[in-house]
C-alpha cells in the first residue's frame, strides 16, 4: 500500500454515546421521546442531517416534519453536538499503533461527519497530525458512497494509481465508495454496523492491529519482505 484512507466515525473512533447525547437533547428541545445510544448508533453513517432526519422519524414515526422543522433540529443538533462531541467519544482499540506503525504512508480520513466537527475530535484525541488532509460530509457537493470524496483523499496523497491506496470503514458507504474509486476496501467489524454489512469487502478485519497484517507498506528502495512488522497491543 502507498496510502490509507480512515472513515472517522466507527472506524477511528467510538463517538456514538457523544451522538446520542446531541440527538436526545434536540428531540428534548422539541418535545419529542429521546432514542438512546442503541437506536441512534444505527442511525449514523449519512451525515448530521440524515441523522437528524432519522431521528425525527424514529422518534415519531407518524409524524411529518416540514424543511422549516427539519433545518431547526439540525441546528439544535449540532448546537449541542459542539458541547459534547469530547465528552466520551475516544479511539478504539490500538488506532495510535497502526497510525505510528503506518507513518511512512500518506493517510487521510474520508467521513460523512461535518469537517470541522471530525477537525476538533482529531484535534482533541490527538489523532490530526497523522492525517494529511480531512474530507468530511460537507467538504463536496457529494458524500459516501458516491467515489469523489476518496478520490479528493487520495489526490490529497498524491496517489495516481487507486489500487495502492485501501480504504477502511465500518459500513457499506465506506465499502461502496472505496471500490466506486478503484480502491481495495477493509471492513472493520468493531464499529457501528453488522459484520453482514461488509461483505463486499476485499478484507475485513475484528480490531484496527489487523491492517498490519493485512497490508504491507510499500517504501521506495526497501525490501517488501522487510517492510512489515507485527503492531501489538
Known amino acids: 500500500m502507498r496510502a490509507l484512507l480512515f472513515d472517522l466515525d466507527g472506524t477511528l473512533v467510538d463517538s456514538r454515546r457523544d451522538l446520542a447525547t446531541a440527538l436526545d437533547l434536540t428531540l428534548a428541545d422539541l418535545g419529542l421521546p429521546l432514542l438512546g445510544v442503541e437506536v441512534v448508533t444505527r442511525l449514523v453513517g449519512d451525515g448530521a442531517r440524515r441523522l437528524v432526519e432519522r431521528g425525527l422519524a424514529a ?46 504512508l500518506p493517510k487521510a480520513v474520508v467521513t460523512n461527519k461535518p469537517a470541522g466537527f471530525s477537525e476538533t475530535i482529531l484535534v482533541g484525541l490527538g489523532l490530526r497530525a497523522y492525517f494529511i488532509t480531512v474530507i468530511g460530509g460537507d467538504t463536496l457537493p457529494e458524500r459516501k458512497p458516491h467515489p469523489a470524496p476518496v478520490q479528493a483523499a487520495l489526490l490529497a496523497c498524491g496517489i495516481v494509481k487507486p489500487a495502492e491506496a485501501v480504504m477502511i470503514g465500518d459500513s457499506p458507504n465506506d465499502i461502496r465508495a472505496g471500490r466506486a474509486a478503484g480502491t481495495l476496501t477493509c471492513g472493520v467489524t468493531y464499529g457501528f454496523r453488522l459484520a453482514d454489512e461488509l461483505a463486499e469487502a476485499d478484507v475485513v478485519i475484528d480490531d484496527l492491529a489487523g491492517l498490519v497484517e493485512s497490508f504491507q507498506a510499500f517504501h521506495p528502495g526497501v525490501p517488501r519482505d522487510d517492510s512489515l512488522s507485527h503492531a501489538g497491543g
Open 59 to 104: 422518534s415519531r414515526p407518524e409524524a411529518i416534519f416540514s424543511e422549516t422543522f427539519l433545518a431547526d433540529a439540525l441546528r439544535a443538533f449540532k448546537a449541542h453536538y459542539a458541547q459534547v462531541l469530547l465528552a466520551t467519544t475516544r479511539p478504539y482499540p490500538n488506532v495510535h499503533a497502526v497510525l505510528e506503525h503506518f507513518a511512512g
